[in-house]
Structures are given as structure tokens and as C-alpha cells.
């Protein structure tokens, strides 16, 4: 049986139907178009699961509320509802760091230092702000994408 995109001429000859072949290449474009198009096309990436609760200063560790730092390209800030922050330059000096990183080696609680794509500058200014202050583990979190 020949298909419907087929019909035979006079002679017995079989000929393609031009619309046929129009719809095949508009569908063969289409395609060719998406694959090299697709991968510059970038889907936004899936948080991980620790840092979207990092985000919103709501991670657990060891059943306890752990403190979040989150590194950024302008310095530090924690905080959830009222958000305190300290400059980049002003890190390595900052008696209101220096106070809620004493208050977390007291207390016990975990520390998480979610670090952003341009905030590797903070966290290395913060490393020996830890080491003063600090608690004995500090958690890390990279964030490769806003």
C-alpha cells in the first residue's frame, strides 16, 4: 500500500507530493535549529537542597539551627528578617562579626558559610576572622550560580 504522501502518475510511476516534502524540511530545520540552539539556551539550575534552605537561613545540623554567612561579592551578611552585614574591607576588624562569632563557639551552633560565585574574597578575608573567633567546624556551601 502506498502511503497517501505518494500517488502514482499515469505511467506507473511514483511521484512525492510537494507539500509532503515541504512539511519534512520545515520539520528537519526545526530540529537542526533546536539541537544547536538548545545548549546555549541555559535552563536554570536546580539548587541543592542545603543551599536553598541556606537561602533562607533555615538549616539544621545535628538538630540544631545553624548559623548561615553568606559570602558575597560585597562582603558579609547574615540575619534572616533583619539582615546585618559587614563590608569586605571592613571583615578582618568588625566587632559585630567578631561578637556573633563568639556567641555561636558559646552556644554550640553550627556555622554555614554559603559562599557565592564572586565571593571568594570575602570568605578568604573571613578565614582568619574563624580562626580568632570562630568555632571549631565551619560548614561550606559553594554556590556556583545565583
Do not use: C
Not at 520545515?26 to 536554570?44: K, N
Amino acid at each position: 500500500m502506498v502511503s497517501r504522501a505518494w500517488r502514482e502518475a499515469g505511467d506507473g510511476e511514483v511521484q512525492a507530493d510537494p507539500l509532503a516534502d515541504l512539511m519534512f524540511t520545515m520539520i528537519a530545520v526545526v530540529l537542526l535549529a533546536l539541537i544547536v540552539l538548545l545548549p546555549f539556551v541555559g535552563a536554570p539550575a536546580r539548587p541543592l537542597p542545603v543551599a536553598d534552605r541556606a537561602h533562607r537561613n533555615r538549616v539544621v545540623i545535628g538538630g540544631k539551627k545553624a548559623i548561615v554567612l553568606f559570602a558575597g561579592v560585597d562582603g558579609l551578611r547574615w540575619g534572616s528578617a533583619t539582615a546585618q552585614s559587614v563590608a569586605l574591607e571592613a571583615i578582618p576588624n568588625a566587632p559585630s562579626l567578631d561578637r556573633l562569632l563568639r556567641r555561636v563557639r558559646g552556644a554550640g551552633s553550627p556555622l554555614v558559610v554559603s559562599i557565592g560565585p564572586r565571593g571568594s574574597e570575602a570568605a578568604f578575608e573571613l578565614e582568619p576572622v574563624l580562626a580568632r573567633s570562630g568555632p571549631k567546624v565551619v560548614y561550606q556551601i559553594r554556590r556556583v550560580r545565583q
